[in-house]
T-cell receptor, first 113, second 115 residues
Framework: SQQGEEDPQALSIQEGENATMNCSYKTSINNLQWYRQNSGRGLVHLILIRSNEREKHSGRLRVTLDTSKKSSSLLITASRAADTASYFCATDARMDSSYKLIFGSGTRLLVRP | GAGVSQSPSNKVTEKGKDVELRCDPISGHTALYWYRQRLGQGLEFLIYFQGNSAPDKSGLPSDRFSAERTGESVSTLTIQRTQQEDSAVYLC?????????????FGEGSRLTVL
């Protein structure tokens, strides 16, 4: 089963609005990452937050991490049409010897001009 | 090269044929991952290489799937006796850090269609 699950599965907002996506995971982690995928393309790394961090910013992106709830959120402020893409969270599994970086099922974001 | 390169970008094959997918990672990246992405789905982990050894191949779905890596360079994913359910985009990623500890750099993927 997936380590990370994003919520919502799909999100449609107007340009200029903020977009919030959530990710829940199951096991202890060293870090959590967010990636973006434009349709038919490879994934692009957005931001990495370590297990001992609670919040991180990068430009219009804000990521929070709550290890007690095993959840993270990605906030995109002042969204643009070019932000339309799928967004995935990914976690490493720390509990066993696994070397996987496990991805969730993604949130499809549509930003309407 | 500057990024992760995958070939072919598209492959259409008949059921029962073997296919080979190639990945050229970023030079110097010791970690290499293969993932499978079915249409509209998330990424399914297949295998992880550290150098030319594969400490985690737990995601390979059946013995029809195999992968190898030459040194810290090119990797090939081989699917034997392809089935229609193998149709997907196969994504390769490399990283300078082991074990999912750092950023992954992805290629554009190889889209496999099995007729």
């Amino acid at each position: 089963s997936q380590q990370g699950e994003e919520d919502p599965q799909a999100l449609s907002i107007q340009e200029g609005e903020n977009a919030t996506m959530n990710c829940s995971y199951k096991t202890s982690i060293n870090n959590l990452q967010w990636y973006r995928q434009n349709s038919g393309r490879g994934l692009v790394h957005l931001i990495l937050i370590r297990s001992n961090e609670r919040e991180k910013h990068s430009g219009r992106l804000r990521v929070t991490l709550d290890t007690s709830k095993k959840s993270s959120s990605l906030l995109i402020t002042a969204s643009r049409a070019a932000d339309t893409a799928s967004y995935f969270c990914a976690t490493d599994a720390r509990m066993d010897s696994s070397y996987k970086l496990i991805f969730g099922s993604g949130t499809r974001l549509l930003v309407r001009p | 090269g500057a990024g992760v390169s995958q070939s072919p970008s598209n492959k259409v094959t008949e059921k029962g044929k073997d296919v080979e997918l190639r990945c050229d990672p970023i030079s110097g990246h010791t970690a290499l991952y293969w993932y499978r992405q079915r249409l509209g789905q998330g990424l399914e982990f297949l295998i992880y290489f550290q150098g030319n050894s594969a400490p985690d191949k737990s995601g390979l779905p059946s013995d029809r799937f195999s992968a190898e890596r030459t040194g810290e360079s090119v990797s090939t994913l081989t699917i034997q006796r392809t089935q229609q359910e193998d149709s997907a985009v196969y994504l390769c990623a490399s990283s300078s850090q082991r074990g999912g500890r750092g950023e992954l750099f992805f290629g554009e993927g190889s889209r496999l269609t099995v007729l």
